[in-house]
């Protein structure tokens, strides 16, 4: 059984750093994409990181955000820097088959969830 299970999230001051860890189980990363999503209250779930063939971010992110893997763990990470309010969100991993499905705000495979809040 594929599972995701995401961690690291915590309350942070603005313009801290924060890394979140995915962990992979029931299959292994390197035929998979993987990808970071984020829900803000009120808001719609939206796209922030992917790692496939290519590393894509969103542009709202792109310059203080990191996402990286490491296959031996099966585990993905999203460094976050710089962080901003608006970067509080409950964010998601997830896994498919291709980075663009990623792009696209699709996945197969879902984790439950970290909550993310920038504060001072």
């Known amino acids: 059984q594929m599972r995701l299970v995401e961690s690291g999230g915590a309350v942070v001051q603005p313009g801290g750093s924060l890394t979140l860890s995915c962990a992979a189980s029931?299959?292994?990363?390197?035929?998979?994409?993987m990808g970071w999503f984020r829900q803000a209250p009120g808001k719609e779930r939206e796209f922030v990181a992917g790692?496939?063939?290519?590393?894509y971010y969103a542009d709202s992110v792109k310059g203080r955000f990191t996402i990286s893997r490491d296959n031996v763990k099966n585990t993905v990470y999203l460094h976050m820097s710089g962080l901003k309010p608006e970067d509080t969100a409950v964010y998601f991993c997830a896994a498919t088959t291709s980075i663009w499905v990623l792009v696209r705000n699709e996945a197969d495979y879902w984790g439950q969830g970290t909550q993310v809040t920038v504060s001072s």
């Open positions: 029931g299959f292994t990363l390197d035929y998979h994409a």
């Open positions: 790692i496939g063939s290519v590393r």
